[in-house]
């Protein structure tokens, strides 16, 4: 297989490039795997800035249009259940517990035969 080849058959290349993986020592000598390297490095080489640059933008809107929609989906959340602030709340008094009852403390009948 030639680089141009693999360059035109992305399923191919694939699957050469599997192949190279699984046995990397086979895999240096192998003019398969040679050509399927440089493929690789030309298709990497191929990508045009401008194209680039507008996928970024792209991405870019539409993390902000997801951004304002969690951001607008939590402000709703917090709306329909505002926070308790602890510190604000009014001061409810508490009765101590009971003392535990000891089983092993000798009761008064216990004392006297």
């Not at 490039?17 to 020592?25: E, H, I, Q, S």
């Not at 390297?37 to 507008?54: C, F, G, H, N, T």
């Not at 329909?80 to 101590?96: F, G, Q, R, S």
Request: glycine share 2%; proline share 11%.
């Amino acid at each position: 297989m030639t680089v141009s080849d693999l360059m035109e058959d992305r399923v191919l290349l694939d699957g050469v490039l599997m192949k190279c993986n699984r046995d990397p020592g086979s895999a240096r000598s192998s003019s398969d795997c040679v050509n399927a390297r440089i493929a690789i490095e030309r298709l990497a080489a191929q990508v045009d800035p401008a194209e680039e640059a507008k996928r970024a933008e792209n991405f870019e809107k539409s993390r902000e249009q997801l951004r304002m929609l969690h951001d607008k989906q939590r402000q709703e959340q917090e709306a329909k259940n505002p926070k308790v602030d602890a510190y604000h709340l009014p001061v409810i008094p508490v009765e101590p517990a009971p003392p535990p009852k000891d089983p092993q403390s000798p009761t008064v009948s216990q004392t006297n035969p």
